[in-house]
């Protein structure tokens, strides 16, 4: 890995909430000088008008990787909300930069504004209390005083702390109290199992946050710095919801973590790296691409999710670490055996959202025997905005030559 440097870019927010410890000389002042006590008196006297920003740090030269960011945010957490089929949990936290993913190029999008937050929905079957990934536009509007109205699309996305979600930055004009309504359409996707027949209509969500000094002071008060020395490393955040206990400070026990089962809760036969060992155990790591863990099993004959008696190959990309699906991807496989193409045409995946395996990429296949080489190619990486630490990963994914092992 070649040396990094890093950056203090300066995430927007009101000048009296600067991080202690994490001030740099310049941003939020006119010279750089200026004491904390008359930015808060400044801020006192001209409340939210009075703009500057809190500095958050940013890694200039990030690995091609899943990476640890310099901090932890802080959010503050809504109470959950029921839509038909649907749990919602909203989490508001200040606004940060965020990047945007067409085919394999980023954008960033950076606040636009001193006054706002950044507005994430976790959604979730209230059944099975297994996190979905959203494949639609999800709608919100967003009404304040004065006839103030904001409606947008809500964004899929990825965080290392939050998981899957959906969200996006919203300015707000004012101090004051907010009404959110948020359409969540049908999802398009495949659904078996529990979910087969269910999340085929629009539902609405409705729920109310307050923007004040109390809650700019609660998310920037709660900032997370990392020691220096792991800003970039390979790695990731914890989640905010921890299975061991069902709660970490600042989240709700009630709000289920994307985290998709181990590899070896998965039944049937798992495919191997071609140039693997035989009996090698890959564990949740499995078979990378593009710093994704690919979990590749072939089910038996029969299975439900198959066609008929076909078999069915099962994919299931996702984060290291934390397990988070990676939605919105294009994948094709193909046979091979002997040297030679055993199907005719190649094999497009479905996106399948399943009860018992989660989310994951499914294609029915007539014949596979051991020792058959099943090359994997990713058409196009997760079309899914990524917050800090993941926006460098799952762009560049070679194919993966995988193998279907010997008995």
């Not at 310099?70 to 959010?75: A, E, F, N, Q």
């Not at 002071?217 to 919801?241: F, H, S």
């Amino acid at each position: 890995m070649n040396r990094r440097t890093y950056l203090r870019r300066a995430a927007v927010l009101p000048a009296a909430l600067t991080v202690a410890g994490c001030t740099a000389p310049g941003i939020g002042t006119d010279e750089g000088n200026e004491s904390s006590d008359d930015r808060e008196t400044e801020a006192e006297r001209d409340g939210d008008d009075a703009a500057g920003a809190a500095p958050i740090p940013m890694i200039e030269d990030p690995p091609d990787a899943v990476y640890l960011p310099g901090h932890r945010k802080s959010m503050r957490v809504l109470e959950p909300v029921r839509a038909g089929d649907y749990a919602l949990s909203p989490l508001l936290t200040y606004p940060h930069p965020f990047w945007l993913v067409s085919g394999t190029d980023r954008q960033l999008v950076e606040p636009d504004g001193s006054r706002g937050v950044h507005l994430m929905i976790v959604v979730w079957d209230s059944a099975t209390e297994r996190v979905l990934p959203v494949d639609g536009t999800p709608l919100v509007t967003i009404d304040g005083e004065d006839d103030w109205r904001r409606r947008s699309s809500l964004w899929p996305m990825l965080s290392q702390e939050m998981g899957l979600h959906v969200g996006d930055t919203v300015s707000l004009p004012s101090d004051g109290t907010y009404a959110v309504r948020v359409e969540l359409p049908p999802v398009s996707m495949r659904r078996t199992g529990a979910f087969a027949g269910r999340f085929g209509e629009t539902e609405t969500a409705t729920f109310e946050f307050t923007y004040d000094d109390a809650f700019r002071q609660e998310v920037v008060d709660g900032i997370d710095l990392l020691e220096r020395e792991r800003w970039g490393d390979q790695g990731a955040l914890e989640p905010m919801t921890d299975d061991s206990d069902g709660e970490t400070e600042g989240m709700h026990s009630e709000i289920p973590y994307s985290a998709l089962p181990p590899a070896d809760d998965y039944p049937g036969t798992q495919l191997l790296e071609t140039d693997a060992d035989p009996g090698t155990d890959s564990g949740d790591e499995g078979p990378m691409s593009g710093d994704a863990a690919f979990v590749a099993t072939l089910l038996e004959s029969g299975s439900r999710l198959a066609d008929g008696d076909d078999r069915y190959l099962l994919v299931s990309p996702r984060t290291p670490y934390n397990r988070v699906p990676l939605a919105n991807m294009s994948l094709r496989a193909g046979v091979e055996r002997d040297g030679e193409p055993a199907v005719e045409e190649p094999l497009e995946f479905t996106q399948t959202l399943d009860s018992e395996f989660g989310f994951h990429y499914g294609v029915s296949l007539a014949d596979a025997r051991p020792g058959d080489s099943v090359p994997i190619t990713v058409e196009s990486p997760p079309q899914t905005a990524r917050h800090q630490g993941y926006e460098t990963a799952f762009v560049e994914m070679e194919p993966l030559e995988l193998v279907v092992p010997e008995p």
